[in-house]
Nanobody, 124 residues
Framework: QVQLVESGGGLVRAGGSLRLSCAAS????????MGWFRQAPGKEREFVAA????????NYADSVKGRFTISRDNAKNTVYLQMNSLKPEDTAVYYC?????????????????WGQGTQVTVSS
């Protein structure tokens, strides 16, 4: 079992930055990959970024490449999503998820555990 709790969401102006955190508990953190997804109102949940257990491999959606950075601190059992140059279209509920097979995959069907989500709102 893995429990995930996101934090760090909020309201920010376009062009601003936010850092999301996801604290994990349960299964040994440095044995599985982590991902971030988001869901905007009226839209399906979409992949944002993923990172493998060691941090040596990452994967990003084209829409966030160059603006968002995923990282992890295994000593703190936490994965982060640094979001810079935010745009109104980044507004969504952001979810972290755990992939016990340790691949940096983009489809949500591969992820085994999910957090409850944190709201990010970017004003224009």
């Amino acid at each position: 079992q893995v429990q995930l709790v996101e934090s760090g969401g909020g309201l920010v102006r376009a062009g601003g930055s936010l850092r999301l955190s996801c604290a994990a508990s349960g299964r040994t953190f440095d044995s599985y990959a982590m991902g971030w997804f988001r869901q905007a109102p009226g839209k399906e949940r979409e992949f944002v970024a993923a990172i493998n257990w060691s941090g040596s491999r990452t994967n990003y959606a084209d829409s966030v490449k160059g603006r968002f950075t995923i990282s992890r601190d295994n000593a703190k059992n936490t994965v982060y999503l640094q979001m810079n140059s935010l745009k109104p279209e980044d507004t969504a509920v952001y979810y972290c998820a755990a992939d016990l097979n340790n691949y940096v995959r983009a489809h949500e069907r591969y992820y085994d555990y999910w957090g409850q989500g944190t709201q990010v709102t970017v004003s224009s």
